[in-house]
């Protein structure tokens, strides 16, 4: 489990279960130190039972040396001693044990204790964030709908447009056609001039320099102007642009030049 330093309930938590964990550590270490001290005493009582054994052996065989019973004798007084004093430690240590088991009893119980009221308290107050986390979830998932039908929105718009960019790009090109012949409007152009060379020679002596394909475009160009008849109004360059980009086959390279005659640019794809 992974805690926040940021968060005070969070460290006070890690610092309990560290305490529970060191306390549990000092009783079982308790608990095998007298366990081992048991064993130890057990095996010291069969040792001593069989030293008695062969004391008393040996007294019995010796029973008329009054000197050496004396002095088995004072060996069985220490051996007594000595079984005396390590009971007394056993029940030490036993009596130890059972205190820290009640200790470290109450103290496992005020941790548990205090570890459920924390997660009570840390229940209580996340639910009003889990509340908020929900309704900002879903105004996302409105502003996405909202987002993405305006994406379709504006998609259809473009498409309907971009025929109207390309006719308003011819409707400019006779417009700059017209008034570099110096005449009145494209009528009186299409009156004097015939779309062949002789109207291409006299725009290039004009500075006017169009390809062959695009002035047919300019001069006829009956599909793409009808397209864009229906709603004929100004644009910006970069909505013309928009519509010059568009074109496939052999009337791209056309548009482009004749964006370029209008708009004295190249009609690129902005970034």
Not at 163 to 192: G, T
């Amino acid at each position: 489990m992974v805690f926040s330093a940021s968060d005070p309930a969070q460290t006070r938590l890690a610092i309990s279960l560290e305490e529970n964990r060191t306390l549990k550590g000092r009783l079982e270490a308790n608990e095998n130190t007298a366990n081992a001290n048991a064993i130890q005493y057990h095996h010291r009582m069969s040792l001593i039972d069989q030293q008695l054994k062969d004391a008393l052996a040996l007294s019995r065989q010796a029973i008329a040396n009054v000197s050496r019973t004396a002095r088995l004798e004072e060996r069985l007084l220490v051996l007594e001693e000595d079984c005396a004093e390590s009971r007394s430690t056993v029940a030490s240590l036993k009596l130890e044990i059972k205190t820290l088991k009640e200790s470290h009893k109450s103290e496992v119980e005020d941790l548990t204790e205090r570890l459920e009221r924390e997660k009570v308290g840390r229940a209580a107050d996340s639910e009003p964030l889990l509340v908020r986390i929900h309704e900002l979830e879903e105004k996302v998932k409105e502003n996405n709908k909202m987002m993405k039908d305006n994406s379709d929105r504006l998609t259809h718009l473009t498409l309907m447009l971009q025929p109207l960019w390309r006719r308003m790009l011819l409707d400019a090109a006779r417009k700059k056609i017209y008034e570099a012949l110096q005449k009145c409007d494209w009528k009186e152009v299409r009156a004097e001039y015939s779309p062949d060379g002789q109207l291409l020679r006299q725009l290039r002596a004009k500075d006017v320099h169009l390809t062959r394909r695009a002035l047919e475009l300019i001069w006829d160009g009956k599909t793409f102007r009808a397209a864009g008849n229906d709603a004929a109004h100004d644009a910006p360059a970069a909505e013309v642009r928009l519509g010059v980009t568009s074109v496939g086959g052999s009337n791209r390279e056309a548009f482009d030049d004749i964006y370029i005659f209008v708009y004295g640019s190249a009609a690129e794809i902005e970034e």
